[in-house]
T-cell receptor, first 114, second 113 residues
């Protein structure tokens, strides 16, 4: 069974640019969440999607956005990149939305902003 | 959201049991207790979760105190591969809430050969 796939694995962008990251969940999983991990702040929740609807959003500026498609694949977009956006971005999928389910994480996309 | 408290680090010897504690004194009746671990250079990995009763799976056991104010993740025989940061997380199960995970700093487990 394929795991959660995130593309690309590594990305280098320039300040001011925008970036789109992709996440393909485990087949049958309908919930997709995104997290940012940095050495200073640790793992922080960005947003969660279920059946193409954003169910919850973390405390991040509006430059961070996401969407989910009908096949449950998800993308997140960061506009007007700042140096502080350099981080590991992790996607996690789950059978359903809510606290009753365990989440499976991908290996992440390492974004470096220069 | 209810908060969890874990020791910053713990050490174990290979092939010995490991008990990782977590305090969550402000847990509400509908909060689920989740454990995840993160190996170096990897995304977090689900370990186990439970509500009230003790839980077992192929990876570990979760022992939940009767008053639910604390829990313990038990690795029955530690291997070198178990060296990771272990996160104890509460998720609200009151129906109107979300399942997003709020990660703390976790416990860094070192396993000695």
């Amino acid at each position: 069974k394929a795991g959660v796939t995130q593309t690309p694995r590594y990305l280098i962008k320039t300040r001011g640019q925008q970036v789109t990251l992709s996440c393909s969940p485990i087949s049958g999983h309908r919930s997709v969440s995104w997290y940012q991990q940095t050495p200073g702040q640790g793992l922080q929740f960005l947003f969660e999607y279920f059946s193409e609807t954003q169910r919850n959003k973390g405390n991040f500026p509006g430059r961070f956005s996401g969407r989910q498609f009908s096949n449950s694949r998800s993308e997140m977009n960061v506009s007007t990149l700042e140096l502080g956006d350099s981080a590991l971005y992790l996607c996690a999928s789950s059978l359903g939305a809510g606290p009753f389910y365990g989440y499976t994480f991908g290996s992440g996309t390492r974004l470096t902003v220069v | 959201d209810a908060k969890t408290t874990q020791p910053n680090s713990m050490e174990s010897n290979e092939e010995e049991p490991v008990h990782l504690p977590c305090n969550h004194s402000t847990i509400s009746g509908t909060d689920y207790i989740h454990w995840y671990r993160q190996l170096p250079s990897q995304g977090p990995e689900y370990v186990i979760h439970g509500l009230t009763s003790n839980v077992n799976n192929r990876m570990a056991s979760l022992a939940i105190a009767e008053d639910r104010k604390s829990s313990t993740l038990i690795l029955h025989r530690a291997t070198l591969r178990d060296a990771a940061v272990y996160y104890c997380i509460l998720t609200r199960g009151d129906g109107g809430s979300q399942g997003n995970l709020i990660f703390g700093k976790g416990t860094k487990l070192s396993v000695k050969p």
